[in-house]
Structures are given as structure tokens and as C-alpha cells.
T-cell receptor
């Protein structure tokens, strides 16, 4: 079993839809949870960073962490064609600069105009 | 210059050859990590360098090695290339006060 599981998609939605992206994990030591967006032929770009359980909102993006269920989510409201990319969840047991990130496989999202 | 820059952007090598990939970290970042991303997969941690010392290593064989220089730039060396080494190699830099990494655009290595 992989430490982090993520539905690879692809996920296709119409413009303006609410998108829900999810990851599950097995390592209870994970405390730091991140979502990265990766456009084709580019490196991952950090979208959201959450410590422990709870919600965090940034504009159209909301990240949720449920440590009791080992489940994290990213919601995108009013999705735009420019949101079309691969979304990667990542997590680590320790924070700061010297953490090792464990990534999911990524979910490919296409937002249709 | 801001951001993480990697060179070259693309590379084709023959099985058994050696390759060196280079990374310039973002200004002010003293930690560099390298990740391998196979097609359709998430990045996998190779190793990390902090103050020119290896500071953690993933499940990669010794033929994957690295260096960090005093200016915090870094190199990834891979010896005896195998077909399965074909992937996007990502460099990421971070500082002690930041969460998460800043990734470069990667070097796409093809081994034939």
C-alpha cells in the first residue's frame, strides 16, 4: 500500500463548477499537508499549506485536513480554464526546510470553457 | 534573479552513460532537494542537501549522488544510466523560515 493515495483522474468539469480533489494517507505521523499545482512541462507550484487538522481558505481555494480519517481535500470554487493542470497532494512528518515530502500521484483536472 | 533554475531542460542519454544535472536555488534558500517524477506519477524524494552536506536520502541506489556548493547551487549525478531512469528531475529549494518548497521546471531525461 502506498503511503499516499490520490485518484489520478482525469477529471473534466465545466467552467464555474466546484471541484473536489482528495487524498488519503496511511502514515499517522504526517502533520504537514500541501497541495501543489503542476502545469504541463513545469515544476509543481505550492498552492496551499496546512498544519494538522482543520480548514484553510485562500481566494477560490479551500484545503481541508481530517487527521482522524487520514483524508485531505482541496476545493476549487468557480473553476476557470486556467485551473486546468495536475494537482498533487503532498505531506510530511516534520515541517521547516528539511522535511521530505511524500506526494500523491496527482489528479489531472480539465476545466472546459 | 528569483526562482529556481535548472539546466539543461532536456537531455537524451544512452544506457550505461553518466549524466550531471544542475540547479541554482532561489536567492536566500540554503536547502536543496532533488525529486524524480516518472510519467504519470508524483515526485519521489531522491535526497536533500543543507549547508553542503547530504541531509536525508530516499530509496535510490548509490549511483544517484549529489553536491551542494557554497552558493547553495547543486548538482545531481547519475551513473550507469538505466532505461527506468527516464523521468523529469526536479530541484526544489527552501529556507529555514519557509514552508514548502519552490520547484524548478525540471530536466527531462530520456535514456535510450
Amino acid at each position: 500500500q502506498k503511503e499516499v493515495e490520490q485518484d489520478p483522474g482525469p477529471l473534466s468539469v465545466p467552467e464555474g463548477a466546484i471541484v473536489s480533489l482528495n487524498c488519503t494517507y496511511s502514515n499517522s505521523a504526517f502533520q504537514y499537508f500541501m497541495w501543489y499545482r503542476q502545469y504541463s512541462r513545469k515544476g509543481p507550484e505550492l498552492l496551499m499549506y496546512t498544519y494538522s487538522s482543520g480548514n484553510k481558505e485562500d481566494g477560490r481555494f479551500t484545503a481541508q485536513v481530517d487527521k482522524s480519517s487520514k483524508y485531505i481535500s482541496l476545493f476549487i470554487r468557480d473553476s476557470q480554464p486556467s485551473d486546468s493542470a495536475t494537482y498533487l497532494c503532498a505531506m510530511s512528518a516534520i515541517g521547516g526546510a528539511t522535511n521530505k515530502l511524500i506526494f500523491g500521484t496527482g489528479t489531472l483536472l480539465a476545466v472546459q470553457p | 534573479e528569483t526562482g529556481v533554475t535548472q539546466s539543461p531542460t532536456h537531455l537524451i542519454k544512452t544506457r550505461g552513460q553518466q549524466v550531471t544535472l544542475r540547479c541554482s536555488s532561489q536567492s536566500g534558500h540554503n536547502t536543496v532537494s532533488w525529486y524524480q517524477q516518472a510519467l504519470g506519477q508524483g515526485p519521489q524524494f531522491i535526497f536533500q542537501y543543507y549547508r553542503e552536506e547530504e541531509n536525508g536520502r530516499g530509496n535510490f541506489p548509490p549511483r544517484f549522488s549529489g553536491l551542494q556548493f557554497p552558493n547553495y547551487s547543486s548538482e545531481l549525478n547519475v551513473n550507469a544510466l538505466e532505461l527506468d531512469d527516464s523521468a523529469l528531475y526536479l530541484c526544489a529549494s527552501s529556507s529555514q523560515t519557509l514552508y514548502g518548497y519552490t520547484f524548478g521546471s525540471g530536466t527531462r531525461l530520456t535514456v535510450v
